[in-house]
């Protein structure tokens, strides 16, 4: 509970985003590789989208659709060729302050030499908060992920899905603005993974925090999110941003079976296998097709 | 207990097997330079005193350890610069190619020639070179294959420089220093016997070689024992070390064996 109150009194304290309920702008990105041998390669031709604080937001794209160059690009971890990526009203140049990350690969994202609670406590010690505090705030971050039991315990020796939990606590107990996910799910089973679903969502909704969730599974996708944005192909635009209608209470069983959950599901999916076809939206499909 | 006695015979019965065939194969051995076990084993209380420990022993050690620290010191510091910054990669890996193929013993009279024969510091800086390639070559190695998702995590999580390197490159790249600093340690022990083959008047292999020349053969023998345990033991040092400081490695490779 007091990490929302804390959450708060961040945004309140924040005075760089005073004017808008925007978390997250995307202005016009555009994002070219240029390596030698492979000159002029573009991933990103143009995408603007906003998230607006304390939503849930899904991006979803065929397989090769740019997914992972942009949320590189909004976490600050590569620069954009054009537009712009703002968060709290302050353009990204870097890895902006209040984002945390978790990335697909955790087992490859916690330290191996630190313990869970080391893991969870080396951000907070570089915010230079002292040790008591960190410590309070490990607590309540492993508690929230149920795994209050494993933190003197080293990442390796808990399973997946446990791991990918330590590294969701460590995002929560940064106490981002933004949290951004990259395919989290990705490598646990589907039991694990459903599991992690609903925590994810019930953090979502009790911390406040906005999250930018990125995923390649359509039931994903339109489970977790308020909105999907999805993309196109490569070059990639904004496919179509969709309102997920569904009521905010969600689980596994009755929204999975809810009728408007299979149109939306239905949507996104011929969506996708559309811009797998290469199709792209409104008048720019013929011309690209032609390209 | 049992498991025990397995394990203690696993360790020493092979040693067993070899100081048995050499005790029966030179028992009867009348070859000045061969001579019985037995009377090796006999001259060597009265060969390896406290003063010649004290004496031979110690300085030699001693001298290890300095070369073998500083090589650790430099190899680390300067690997890990190296490892960072392509551009000092790009700089320096011809140079250090063609060093690393030098044979260290090679150096041993070049060295000589600055540093003096007799002293410590042709000693040590003769170690210390040998060492340092090994331990170098590696740390570059670990600080590049780094994993890159716990590069862009210390990213994302803004750490600092300093808690970078600290909290993320080098435990990453420790196992391989510890790989390089393995390797470094018995060619130290190498140089330590080589070094000393020139011109030094005290020390392990000064020692040796002047019972060879003196043709104190089976004191010499004893000498060679010593040079042989003193290896082992500094092995297994190093395994504790090793074992302490990467726990969670060995930890983790067993668990991904398993899986």
Same mark, same amino acid.
């Given at each position: 509970?007091?990490?929302?109150?804390?959450?708060?009194?961040?945004?309140?304290?924040?005075?760089?985003?005073?004017?808008?309920?925007?978390?997250?702008?995307?202005?016009?990105?555009?994002?070219?590789?240029?390596?030698?041998?492979?000159?002029?390669?573009?991933?990103?031709?143009?995408?603007?989208?906003?998230?607006?604080?304390?939503?849930?937001?899904?991006?979803?794209?065929?397989?090769?659709?740019?997914?992972?160059?942009?949320?590189?690009?909004?976490?600050?971890?590569?620069?954009?060729?054009?537009?712009?990526?703002?968060?709290?009203?302050?353009?990204?140049?870097?890895?902006?302050?209040?984002?945390?990350?978790?990335?697909?690969?955790?087992?490859?994202?916690?330290?191996?030499?630190?313990?869970?609670?080391?893991?969870?406590?080396?951000?907070?010690?570089?915010?230079?908060?002292?040790?008591?505090?960190?410590?309070?705030?490990?607590?309540?971050?492993?508690?929230?992920?149920?795994?209050?039991?494993?933190?003197?315990?080293?990442?390796?020796?808990?399973?997946?899905?446990?791991?990918?939990?330590?590294?969701?606590?460590?995002?929560?107990?940064?106490?981002?603005?933004?949290?951004?996910?990259?395919?989290?799910?990705?490598?646990?089973?589907?039991?694990?993974?459903?599991?992690?679903?609903?925590?994810?969502?019930?953090?979502?909704?009790?911390?406040?925090?906005?999250?930018?969730?990125?995923?390649?599974?359509?039931?994903?996708?339109?489970?977790?999110?308020?909105?999907?944005?999805?993309?196109?192909?490569?070059?990639?635009?904004?496919?179509?941003?969709?309102?997920?209608?569904?009521?905010?209470?969600?689980?596994?069983?009755?929204?999975?079976?809810?009728?408007?959950?299979?149109?939306?599901?239905?949507?996104?999916?011929?969506?996708?296998?559309?811009?797998?076809?290469?199709?792209?939206?409104?008048?720019?499909?013929?011309?690209?097709?032609?390209? | 207990?049992?498991? @025990?006695?397995? %394990?203690?015979?696993?360790?020493?019965?092979? =040693?067993? /097997?070899? !100081?048995? &065939?050499?005790?029966? +194969?030179?028992?009867?051995?009348?070859?000045?330079?061969?001579?019985?076990?037995?009377?090796?084993?006999?001259?060597?209380?009265?060969?390896?005193?406290?003063?010649?420990?004290?004496?031979?022993?110690?300085?030699?050690?001693?001298?290890?350890?300095?070369?073998?620290?500083?090589?650790?010191?430099?190899?680390?510091?300067?690997?890990?610069?190296?490892?960072?910054?392509?551009?000092?990669?790009?700089?320096?890996?011809?140079?250090?190619? @063609?060093?690393? %193929?030098?044979?260290?013993?090679?150096?041993? =009279?070049? /060295?000589? !020639?600055? &540093?003096?024969?007799? +002293?410590?510091?042709?000693?040590?800086?003769?170690?210390?070179?040998?060492?340092?390639?090994?331990?170098?070559?590696?740390?570059?190695?670990?600080?590049?294959?780094?994993?890159?998702?716990?590069?862009?995590?210390?990213?994302?999580?803004?750490?600092?420089?300093?808690?970078?390197?600290?909290?993320?490159?080098?435990?990453?790249?420790?196992?391989?220093?510890?790989?390089?600093?393995?390797?470094?340690?018995?060619?130290?022990?190498?140089?330590?016997?080589?070094?000393?083959?020139?011109?030094?008047?005290?020390?392990?292999?000064?020692?040796?070689?002047?019972?060879?020349?003196?043709?104190?053969?089976?004191?010499?023998?004893?000498?060679?024992?010593?040079?042989?345990?003193?290896?082992?033991?500094?092995?297994?040092?190093?395994?504790?070390?090793?074992?302490?400081?990467?726990?969670?490695?060995?930890?983790?490779?067993?668990?991904?064996?398993?899986?």
């Amino acid at each position: 509970m007091s990490i929302t109150t804390m959450l708060s009194g961040r945004g309140a304290q924040a005075p760089a985003a005073p004017k808008t309920d925007v978390a997250l702008d995307l202005r016009n990105v555009q994002k070219t590789y240029d390596t030698p041998g492979r000159p002029h390669v573009e991933a990103i031709r143009n995408l603007d989208f906003q998230v607006r604080r304390g939503e849930l937001v899904c991006v979803v794209g065929p397989s090769g659709a740019g997914k992972t160059t942009l949320l590189r690009s909004i976490a600050g971890l590569l620069d954009v060729t054009a537009g712009e990526v703002v968060l709290d009203g302050t353009t990204v140049t870097g890895p902006p302050e209040g984002m945390a990350v978790v990335f697909q690969e955790y087992g490859r994202s916690l330290f191996p030499w630190m313990t869970v609670r080391q893991n969870i406590e080396l951000p907070l010690k570089e915010k230079g908060i002292p040790k008591a505090e960190r410590r309070e705030k490990v607590d309540r971050a492993l508690e929230e992920v149920s795994l209050s039991e494993a933190a003197e315990q080293h990442p390796w020796q808990l399973s997946g899905g446990m791991q990918q939990r330590v590294a969701i606590a460590r995002a929560i107990a940064f106490e981002p603005t933004v949290l951004l996910m990259d395919e989290p799910f990705a490598a646990v089973d589907a039991q694990t993974r459903a599991e992690l679903e609903d925590l994810v969502r019930s953090l979502w909704k009790h911390l406040g925090v906005t999250v930018l969730f990125v995923t390649h599974d359509i039931d994903e996708a339109v489970y977790l999110g308020e909105r999907v944005i999805v993309l196109s192909n490569r070059p990639t635009v904004l496919m179509e941003d969709v309102k997920v209608d569904l009521p905010p209470e969600r689980d596994q069983l009755t929204t999975r079976s809810d009728p408007r959950f299979g149109e939306l599901r239905g949507h996104v999916y011929e969506l996708i296998q559309r811009a797998k076809r290469g199709e792209r939206p409104d008048e720019t499909a013929a011309v690209d097709k032609g390209v | 207990m049992i498991r @025990f006695l397995k %394990a203690t015979g696993y360790v020493l019965g092979l =040693p067993v /097997i070899l !100081l048995t &065939a050499w005790w029966f +194969g030179s028992a009867n051995s009348t070859s000045p330079f061969w001579p019985p076990l037995s009377t090796i084993i006999e001259t060597f209380p009265s060969t390896w005193t406290w003063d010649r420990i004290v004496g031979d022993v110690f300085p030699s050690l001693a001298r290890l350890g300095i070369g073998f620290g500083l090589a650790v010191v430099v190899g680390i510091v300067l690997g890990t610069a190296i490892g960072l910054s392509p551009t000092l990669r790009a700089l320096s890996e011809p140079v250090l190619e @063609f060093f690393r %193929a030098v044979p260290p013993p090679v150096l041993v =009279p070049i /060295i000589a !020639l600055f &540093a003096g024969y007799t +002293g410590w510091l042709g000693k040590i800086v003769t170690i210390a070179l040998g060492c340092l390639w090994p331990i170098l070559l590696n740390t570059v190695e670990g600080v590049r294959g780094l994993e890159p998702v716990l590069g862009d995590t210390a990213k994302s999580y803004h750490l600092s420089p300093w808690r970078r390197l600290v909290f993320v490159v080098l435990p990453g790249a420790s196992p391989r220093i510890f790989t390089g600093a393995r390797q470094s340690l018995s060619i130290g022990v190498i140089l330590m016997v080589i070094s000393e083959l020139f011109g030094a008047n005290r020390g392990l292999g000064a020692a040796i070689v002047q019972f060879q020349r003196s043709f104190a053969i089976p004191q010499m023998w004893t000498g060679v024992i010593v040079l042989g345990l003193i290896g082992v033991l500094l092995a297994t040092l190093f395994k504790v070390v090793e074992n302490r400081m990467l726990a969670w490695y060995v930890g983790q490779r067993q668990i991904e064996r398993g899986a």
